[in-house]
């Protein structure tokens, strides 16, 4: 298993910078795969970023592609969403999700998911 939690959510004005980590304990880090979710109020939660285990391979949805950065750290067991630019429709509760398989979009691929982080993007 792996427990999974975020920090580094907070207020910002649109235009600005917030930077996501999430931490993991537990088992191997390096064995998962991580995910960044998003899920605002009357929404359903949807896949912002993900990363393979050694970091090699991300991917972003089309809607953060050029403002969002995910990285990871295996060495500490950290993997961060960097957010630029962020709109008033980047306001959402943030997950970190891990799963053994592949990079995925899909909320149900993942296994371990952390409480989540609030953003708000304020205009």
């Known amino acids: 298993q792996v427990q999974l939690v975020e920090s580094g959510g907070g207020l910002v004005q649109a235009g600005g910078s917030l930077r996501l980590s999430c931490a993991a304990s537990g088992r191997t880090f390096s064995s998962y795969t991580i995910g960044w979710f998003r899920q605002a109020p009357g929404k359903e939660r949807e896949f912002v970023a993900g990363?393979?285990?050694?970091?090699?391979?991300?991917s972003y949805a089309d809607s953060v592609k050029g403002r969002f950065t995910i990285s990871r750290d295996n060495a500490k067991k950290t993997a961060d969403l960097q957010m630029n630019s962020l709109k008033t429709e980047d306001t959402a509760v943030y997950y970190c999700a891990a799963d053994l398989g592949g990079v995925s979009t899909k909320t149900y691929s993942y296994d371990y998911w952390g409480q989540g982080t609030q953003v708000r993007v304020s205009s």
């Open positions: 990363i393979s285990r050694g970091g090699g391979t991300t």
